[in-house]
T-cell receptor
């Protein structure tokens, strides 16, 4: 069975600082990996996804993530955050041949302070 | 523009009542999903459907049911609401099996008293 662990429930940072949100997964088979963002009182929006190919994936709003198969990680990074990045971020995984079923992590609340 | 909508956006009900949450998408997507979001648990899959007349149980399906009579709609029914079902419910859709991006609705906040 697959599972996803987001190692930090809350990450406070100052504006223009770099940030890394950590995600580890466990699976015995090949998976696809995703990061979603949820702004307050809204649904989830896809930030980026890793399906295959280059292990460095670039997404919207200046975010990127690196797939590390040996460490089973998919950490999300941004070199300089803005106040508007304040949101909850979810890492998700799905088995490559299990249709659309996503397994989500617990979420990381990113709080950007001026 | 195509979209996915949920109604109601907020609902208060009493223990034991039957409640139905609506989900409607205009993308003509085959796949539709229902998740619940609870603090400390992220999103957990309740039920999903890969097409008309197809429904499948997810991770936390007890006490919930769905039916898919057309492509656009996947209503979620709580047969007899319990306080443990107080949560935020999200509907999502994706184009076809193997399609990698799910599109989420705005959510329904349900309070069971």
């Amino acid at each position: 069975a697959q599972s996803v662990t987001q190692l930090d429930s809350q990450v406070p940072v100052f504006e223009e600082a770099p940030v890394e949100l950590r995600c580890n997964y466990s699976s015995s088979v090949s998976v696809y990996l995703f990061w979603y963002v949820q702004y307050p009182n809204q649904g989830l929006q896809l930030l980026l996804k890793y399906l295959s190919g280059s292990t460095l994936v670039k997404g919207i709003n200046g975010f990127e993530a690196e797939f590390n198969k040996s460490q089973t990680s998919f950490h999300l990074r941004k070199p300089s955050v803005h106040i508007s990045d304040t949101a909850e971020y979810f890492c998700a995984v799905r088995h490559y041949n299990q249709g659309g079923k996503l397994i989500f992590g617990q979420g990381t609340e990113l709080s950007v302070k001026p | 523009d195509a979209e996915i909508t949920q109604s109601p956006r907020h609902k208060i009900t009493e223990t034991g009542r039957q409640v139905t949450l609506a989900c409607h998408q205009t993308w003509n997507h085959n796949n539709m999903f229902w998740y619940r979001q609870d603090l400390g648990h992220g999103l957990r899959l309740i039920h999903y459907s890969y097409g008309v007349q197809d429904t499948n149980k997810g991770e936390v399906s007890d006490g919930y049911s769905v039916s898919r009579s057309n492509t656009e709609d996947l209503p979620l029914t709580l047969e007899s609401a319990a306080s443990s079902q107080t949560s935020v419910y999200f509907c999502a859709s994706s184009e076809f099996v193997g399609s990698e991006t799910q599109y989420f609705g705005p959510g329904t906040r349900l309070l069971v008293l």
